[in-house]
């Protein structure tokens, strides 16, 4: 029983590279999150879908994009990274209003 | 918007002993709050999630209360052990179906 997978767990970028994070769950959940962790500033959500083939904005959307094709993956993409994008990327999954799966986590570094 | 408040945001204790964390909301209109761990450099683990119907979960050695009017929950644990060293975090779902949290106990259980 995995859960909920991301990929990859550790990245190094050059300022202006472009990635894709990827979130996996096999639990059929409907509702896939995207958070960012800062020291200092906790957990942000960044964006969400609802269900397949549609997205929304959280707290903190500039910067990203993403997309969930199929119900049991949701991407998050840097088309241009900054330093400021430096963090520790977290997804989440739940079927609408009981308790979140988080997964173990992305660490990211833009130098 | 909804804010969530931690309580101290660190605790030292020696092994044994019994420890409450504190956790407040601003907005009490949630559909419930959650308790989750997180160690150093890892994911987020679920530990109670209390719906706002409840007063009050366990699981344990865990216990954690709710008290959605005066926008309060508390997390107990008991007999506390070196192993329980870690971040707690407090996160409540609101009326936009969205998490928020707070910044995190962090506790250290001595031996």
């Known amino acids: 029983n995995a859960g909920v997978t991301q990929t990859p767990k ?3 970028l050059k300022t202006g590279q472009s990635m894709t994070l990827l979130c996996a769950q096999d639990m059929n959940h409907e509702y896939m999150y995207w958070y960012r962790q800062d020291p200092g500033m906790g957990l942000r959500l960044i964006h969400y879908s609802v269900g397949e083939g549609t997205t929304a904005k959280g707290e903190v959307p500039d910067g990203y994009n993403v997309s969930r094709l199929k119900k049991q993956n949701f991407l998050l993409g840097l088309e241009s990274a900054a330093p400021s994008q430096t963090s520790v ?3 989440a999954s739940n079927r609408g209003l009981d308790g979140y799966t988080f997964g173990s986590g992305t660490r990211l570094t833009v130098v | 918007k909804q804010e969530v408040t931690q309580i101290p945001a660190a605790l030292s204790v020696p092994e044994g002993e019994n420890l409450v964390l504190n956790c407040s909301f601003t907005d009490s209109a949630i559909y419930n709050l ?3 761990r997180q160690d150093p450099g890892k994911g987020l683990t679920s ?3 209390i719906q706002s119907s409840q007063r ?6 865990l216990n954690a ?5 005066s926008g309060r929950s508390t997390l107990y644990i008991a007999a506390s052990q070196p192993g329980d060293s870690a971040t707690y975090l407090c996160a409540v779902t609101g009326s936009a179906r ?3 949290f707070g910044s995190g106990t962090q506790l250290t259980v001595l031996p």
């Not at chain 2, 209360?65 to 009017?69: A, F, V």
């Open chain 1, 10 to 12: 550790f990245r190094v």
């Open chain 1, 89 to 91: 990327y977290f997804c």
């Open chain 2, 34 to 36: 959650q308790w989750f």
């Open chain 2, 47 to 49: 530990l109670l999630l």
């Open chain 2, 56 to 61: 009050e979960q366990t699981s344990g050695r």
């Open chain 2, 65 to 69: 209360s709710l008290d959605k009017s």
């Open chain 2, 98 to 100: 969205q998490l928020t």
